[in-house]
Structures are given as structure tokens and as C-alpha cells.
């Protein structure tokens, strides 16, 4: 368990934070603005991690899988060696690592400054984990709703899946008719992005926005969290698309 939750992050910020690094990639010349964005070279030669692949269910101990982990103290962050069979999961879970990276890391500081030396990771009496870990585990194996897991999701999310991309990309689909506009508008009612009926619209905007290095259940998440599936306005144009 861990001491407290890390301070509350706006749905703008996570929108700042990822759009500043997408920035910095680009500038470095490891993203050219378009479509698919690989998170590991950003991770290394961005912001100076160290990426290792390697068991982590092992390493930690645990019986559940671990995804990925941070470790702060030591500069680096890890996948677990499972994901290299899923290219979406893999990637996501490198951009999730990123996100505590820009997220939390400085949190960690502070409380280093402050004579605070750990998050107390969710490993009881584990003297093996360096100070400054954080474990991240499935979301089914998970106790409780954990803060600092779902910032870092959805950093990933706002990442890989730019939102204006998506809402370009919204703008072609439904000019083009590709996608059924009704389909697209009965998906959202009474639908939570688990459902299947939006997987063949997700295939879509990944097809259309370039994005095809995520999973078509991330797709889903992102589209439905910024909203993009919405009763149409007087001029029959989705909101903000």
C-alpha cells in the first residue's frame, strides 16, 4: 500500500503533458506528426530512461503478471517480456511507464527532499524493490482503484492517441460515410467502451488516423473518454469534429 494518492490531474492536463512530449519527439525527430508514435525510443532518448525487457512476474515475486514497472531512483523502467506477442499492450504499457515518469517521478522527488524515501509499493516485505517503484499489475488484479495506475493510463492514452488526430480523423469518416453515421451514434447510447459493438468503428479510426500500433480496446477507451461518439448538433456535425 502506498503512503497517499498523488495531487489530482485535470483532463487538460493530461492533454498538456502529453502534448509537450509529443513535441519534444518531434523535435528530436522520433515522431513526424502523423499517425503511429513508438513510446520506446521517446522513453530513451527523450527523457534518458533506461528500457529493459524482462520477467517481471518473477522478479517481483508475484502471481498475478506485473505489466511493467518504474523505478525511480534507478532510472528505468521495464516490460514485462510477455507483451512482446501484443504490440498494442506492449506499446501502452511503455507510454503508461512514461506517464509516472512525467507524472510521478516528481512527486517521488519531493518526498525524497522531504526525507520520504518510497511510494511503499504494493510488494509487503519485499526488501528486493529498490526505493522510488512502482509496480504495475492488470487492472483485474488490482485491489482497489489505484490513483497513481489510472493517471498513468490515461497520460498513455492522451499520448499514443492524440485527440486532434482523432477528431480529424472523425471529420474523414463521416464525410466519407465509411462508417455508418447511425452506427456510430447508437454505438455510444447506453454502450460502455467494452462493447463489441464499437470495435469495428475503432478499426476505422485507427485505419483513418494513421494510429495502428494500439489495441482496438485502448481505440475504444479514447474515443469514448474524449466524447467523440455524440448526438449530432444543428449542423448535423459531431461536437468538436
Given at each position: 500500500?502506498?503512503?497517499?494518492?498523488?495531487?489530482?490531474?485535470?483532463?487538460?492536463?493530461?492533454?498538456?503533458?502529453?502534448?509537450?512530449?509529443r513535441?519534444?519527439?518531434?523535435?528530436a525527430?522520433?515522431?513526424?506528426?502523423?499517425?503511429?508514435?513508438?513510446?520506446e525510443?521517446?522513453?530513451e532518448?527523450v527523457?534518458?530512461?533506461?528500457?529493459?525487457?524482462?520477467?517481471?512476474?518473477?522478479?517481483f515475486?508475484?502471481?498475478?503478471g506485473?505489466?511493467?514497472?518504474?523505478?525511480?531512483?534507478?532510472?528505468r523502467?521495464?516490460v514485462?517480456?510477455?507483451?512482446?506477442?501484443?504490440?498494442g499492450?506492449?506499446?501502452?504499457?511503455?507510454?503508461?511507464e512514461?506517464?509516472?515518469?512525467?507524472?510521478?517521478?516528481?512527486?517521488w522527488?519531493q518526498?525524497r527532499?522531504?526525507?520520504?524515501?518510497?511510494f511503499?509499493v504494493?510488494?509487503?516485505?519485499?526488501?528486493?524493490?529498490?526505493?522510488?517503484?512502482?509496480?504495475?499489475l492488470?487492472q483485474?488484479?488490482r485491489t482497489?482503484?489505484?490513483?497513481?495506475?489510472?493517471?498513468?493510463d490515461r497520460?498513455?492514452?492522451?499520448?499514443?492517441?492524440?485527440?486532434?488526430?482523432?477528431?480529424?480523423?472523425?471529420?474523414k469518416?463521416?464525410?466519407?460515410e465509411r462508417?455508418?453515421?447511425?452506427?456510430?451514434?447508437?454505438a455510444?447510447?447506453g454502450?460502455t467502451?467494452d462493447?463489441?459493438r464499437l470495435?469495428?468503428?475503432?478499426?476505422?479510426?485507427m485505419r483513418?488516423?494513421?494510429?495502428?500500433?494500439?489495441?482496438?480496446?485502448?481505440?475504444r477507451?479514447?474515443?469514448?473518454d474524449?466524447?467523440?461518439?455524440?448526438?449530432?448538433?444543428?449542423?448535423?456535425?459531431?461536437?468538436?469534429?
Amino acid at each position: 500500500m502506498r503512503r497517499s494518492g498523488p495531487p489530482f490531474v485535470s483532463n487538460e492536463a493530461f492533454e498538456r503533458h502529453a502534448s509537450a512530449l509529443r513535441l519534444k519527439a518531434r523535435r528530436a525527430g522520433l515522431w513526424s506528426g502523423e499517425g503511429a508514435i513508438d513510446p520506446e525510443p521517446i522513453a530513451e532518448f527523450v527523457l534518458g530512461v533506461e528500457l529493459v525487457i524482462g520477467d517481471l512476474q518473477r522478479r517481483f515475486g508475484l502471481d498475478e503478471g506485473v505489466l511493467g514497472a518504474a523505478w525511480f531512483e534507478e532510472n528505468r523502467i521495464a516490460v514485462d517480456e510477455r507483451l512482446d506477442a501484443h504490440e498494442g499492450r506492449r506499446n501502452f504499457t511503455v507510454a503508461h511507464e512514461i506517464g509516472h515518469w512525467v507524472l510521478h517521478r516528481p512527486l517521488w522527488e519531493q518526498h525524497r527532499a522531504n526525507g520520504v524515501l518510497n511510494f511503499e509499493v504494493d510488494v509487503p516485505d519485499n526488501e528486493d524493490v529498490p526505493l522510488g517503484t512502482l509496480i504495475c499489475l492488470p487492472q483485474q488484479a488490482r485491489t482497489r482503484r489505484d490513483p497513481y495506475e489510472y493517471q498513468a493510463d490515461r497520460f498513455a492514452s492522451a499520448f499514443l492517441m492524440p485527440e486532434d488526430t482523432l477528431r480529424a480523423a472523425a471529420a474523414k469518416i463521416l464525410a466519407g460515410e465509411r462508417v455508418e453515421v447511425e452506427d456510430v451514434l447508437e454505438a455510444v447510447h447506453g454502450q460502455t467502451p467494452d462493447s463489441g459493438r464499437l470495435e469495428s468503428v475503432a478499426d476505422e479510426f485507427m485505419r483513418v488516423s494513421g494510429i495502428t500500433n494500439v489495441s482496438n480496446e485502448a481505440m475504444r477507451r479514447r474515443l469514448h473518454d474524449l466524447r467523440i461518439f455524440q448526438l449530432p448538433n444543428a449542423t448535423g456535425r459531431l461536437p468538436g469534429v
